[in-house]
């Protein structure tokens, strides 16, 4: 398994998380039913507005699924950021991960790595973190 | 009285993969009760203690039942149920 993004798409998700330094930033990417396919990137509010939570608002929730179902799309990607850690997934996110056909993608924008970023994807499966493959396409 | 109830991929294991199910009850607390009587351990999943986990939202039509009241929310004949986890992590 592994995740095929676009540039475009990780640099969007990379900008987004410097724009909302220091609070962890999220989003997702949709796809069509079952193709797997990452072709919409729809970043969303951290409700939590944390530097070390985040959680889309449950209003926003809703919303993002009725749309995913109207659009015949699925959540083909959950990303969130980082901010003082590595891009690894954290107890919470393991223990949170709600959706076992999705890519979690974590980012790293901790400042011992500035400039650089760490961008990777896991499956969380049953809290089991399996890392994956990223392939960046252009 | 049978009320919609949409599940989430995570919990389709108990429904036999069934993206909605009918169930029955006056209230948020009766619809899980039913829910569970028919798909048993998927009660455990959407209760800690007695209470909604933190991390599972439910909407009964298109409002957080947090806003409802909670497990004493009401349903009604034609309302619709949405089980949803939230995105959430640190």
């Known amino acids: 398994m592994s995740l095929i993004i676009s540039r475009a798409f990780v640099d969007a998700i990379v900008e987004q998380s410097r724009t909302e330094y220091p609070d962890e930033c999220c989003g997702v990417i949709l796809g069509p039913v079952g193709s797997g396919k990452a072709s919409r990137l729809k970043a969303m509010v951290n409700a939590a507005h944390s530097p070390t939570f985040y959680e889309f608002d449950p209003k926003d929730l809703l919303a993002l699924y009725r749309e995913v179902d109207e659009q015949d799309e699925e959540i083909v990607v959950i990303y969130h950021s980082h901010t003082e850690t590595e891009a690894y997934p954290s107890r919470t996110d393991i223990a949170y991960a709600g959706e076992p056909g999705a890519h979690y993608v974590l980012v790293s924008s901790r400042k011992e790595i500035a400039p650089a970023i760490e961008f990777r994807s896991y499956r969380i499966i049953d809290g089991v973190v399996t890392e994956e493959e990223v392939s960046i396409t252009d | ?90």
């Open chain 2, 1 to 90: 009285m049978s009320i919609e109830v949409r599940i989430p991929t995570i919990l389709r294991p108990f429904t036999k993969d069934q993206t909605a199910v009918a169930a029955d009850g006056a209230s948020l607390s009766a619809l899980i009760t039913n829910l569970d009587s028919q798909f048993p351990g998927i009660g455990d999943r959407l209760l800690e203690n007695g209470a909604l986990r933190r991390f599972i939202n439910i909407y009964i039509n298109d409002e957080d039942v947090r806003f409802l009241g909670g497990l004493d929310a009401q349903i009604i004949d034609g309302d619709s149920v949405t089980i949803l986890p939230a995105v959430a992590g640190g």
